[in-house]
């Protein structure tokens, strides 16, 4: 089916692949765009991507995804992006205490940014404490037995400032937003067709029905609860998030330190000067939310069910300042929150049609918790979509996932090697409930 440009478009979901959708369509003249976001508000609490801040670095074990976000930073550095894109470096390491798995995986990182002629001006090897702390002096901690490299050509992005500002240039150029209970999808409504079926709109929780020629779902951890045909292709998974207060002076002193990480406890960013709040994030193997009915994890409903840091997080996030900025190290998290996005078993996105529906619905997901930083391309992956002659994804590894009628995963995601540890069930890290009583 090829859809015109003034046909209805609906894209479900206001986060990152919702927003930079709706801009590459709309830049590409396709006037009668809709975003429907469960959330009253855009950056959505409910958005994986809003955050204070997200990594971008250039550097994947994957050249293909090398590639795109080398295009991603390019287009980062344009002036709808630039604002909210920091180029501080990127100080990858691990500590002396690290696994085998994390050395591997930092040395495959370094390998990958040094054998590309447009990344490797830009790295600066680290041999000992002493180069570690010489590329960050404001690393005061004893930083016990780290080493790895610096990357000047990686950075963050401010990710709701980044979201907020494509909703604006949307809105703008006439994309009409349905938030809150106008905006909350509760399912896809298909007509059946002589050779299959085919999907003619969507139905929101207040019960209307919105008629289109096309439905993107970009709903995030919540893609399977609107296409429960992926199965266990994508699931939700969540890591943490934490923050740190400071003062003025800390947040002043350190201005332009590089995203800093340890493959073996987590990362953390420069300060964000308007809230003074330093972001942390432990690194491992994520929780889930299996319904033991289908053996599929969904995000909880609510965004405050998330709301808290498990306990191991919060010792590895403790450790990590103890090593690296030991004045913090006991002073307490704020803004604590688990963050739930859509996750593959080979962290492959997944931007296709839905088979056997006409090309009438598109599924943008498996962010696989590495998605921010396309933010500004993402988009283009749907106009490119909607442009191949035989409406064939021509990036194989972004076809649809025919999930196996025996799929049995047990380790979900557990060989993919940039992340450290097996995922944990929500329900086993979830804070005693307050007595009543
Ligand atoms: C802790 C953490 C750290 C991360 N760090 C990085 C990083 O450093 N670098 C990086 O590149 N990426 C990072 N990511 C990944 C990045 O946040 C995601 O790739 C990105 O947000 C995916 O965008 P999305 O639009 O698919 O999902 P989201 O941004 O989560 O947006 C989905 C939206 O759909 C809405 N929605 C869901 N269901 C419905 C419904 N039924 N009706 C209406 N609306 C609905 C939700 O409310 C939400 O707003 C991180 C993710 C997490 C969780």
């Given amino acids: 089916m090829v859809v015109s440009k003034s046909d209805a478009i609906i894209i479900v979901g206001g986060g990152a692949f919702g927003l930079s959708s709706a801009l590459h369509l709309s830049r590409k003249g396709y006037t009668n765009i809709s975003v429907f976001e469960k959330d009253d508000n855009v950056p959505p609490r409910s958005s994986a991507a809003n955050d204070l801040n997200k990594i971008v670095r250039a550097e994947y074990e994957d050249q293909f995804y090398t590639d795109l976000t080398i295009k991603a930073i390019d287009a980062w550095k344009t002036p709808l992006f630039a604002p909210h894109f920091h180029q501080t470096g990127f100080l990858h390491c691990v500590s002396g205490a690290a696994p085998e798995k994390a050395v591997d995986t930092l040395n495959r990182f370094r390998a990958s940014a040094e054998k590309d002629s447009r990344i490797k001006p830009h790295v600066l090897p680290l041999k000992n404490v002493n180069e570690v702390r010489q590329a960050c002096w404001q690393l005061d901690g004893e930083l016990p037995g780290w080493h790895g490299y610096l990357n000047r050509f990686d950075g963050y992005a401010h990710s709701a400032n980044a979201l907020a500002a494509v909703y604006r240039e949307t809105q703008a150029a006439g994309v009409r937003f349905f938030l809150g209970e106008q905006g909350a999808v509760s399912e896809i409504v298909y007509v059946s067709t002589l050779d299959g079926r085919k999907c003619a709109g969507i139905r929101t929780k207040n019960g209307r029905f919105h008629p289109s020629s096309l439905v993107i779902v970009a709903a995030g951890a919540g893609a399977g609860r609107l296409v ?49 709040l330093l972001k942390l994030c432990p690194m491992g193997g994520g929780y889930v939310n299996t319904d033991p009915k289908t053996g599929v994890s969904h995000a909880p409903d ?37 963050c739930w996005f859509a996750d593959t078993n080979d962290s492959d996105f997944i931007v296709d049609y839905i088979p056997n529906t006409s090309s009438s619905i598109i599924i943008m997901s498996g962010d696989s918790g590495h998605g921010f930083k396309m933010f500004p391309i993402v988009g283009s992956w749907i106009t490119d979509l909607l442009s191949a002659p035989d409406s064939k994804q021509s990036v194989k590894r972004w076809r649809w996932k025919q999930p196996a009628a025996d799929a049995e995963k047990a380790d979900w995601g557990g060989d993919v090697s940039w992340r450290l540890g097996q995922s944990t069930e929500f329900t086993s890290i979830l804070p005693p409930k307050a007595s009543k009583l």
Avoid: C, M
């Avoid at 998030?241 to 800093?260: F, K, M, Q």
């Avoid at 010792?315 to 998290?333: I, N, V």
């Fill in 228 to 276: 429960p045909e992926i199965g266990k292709e994508v699931v939700a998974k969540s890591w943490s998030v934490a923050h740190v207060h400071l003062t003025d002076e800390e947040t002043s002193a350190l201005r332009g330190i590089p995203v800093t990480y340890a493959r073996d406890l987590g990362f953390f960013f420069e300060p964000d000067p308007k809230t003074n």
């Fill in 302 to 338: 609510n965004v405050s069910d998330s709301a808290f840091l498990p306990e191991a997080d919060e010792k590895q996030l403790r450790e990590l300042l103890r090593q690296t900025l030991p004045s913090l190290a006991d002073r307490p998290f704020v803004r604590k929150s688990l």
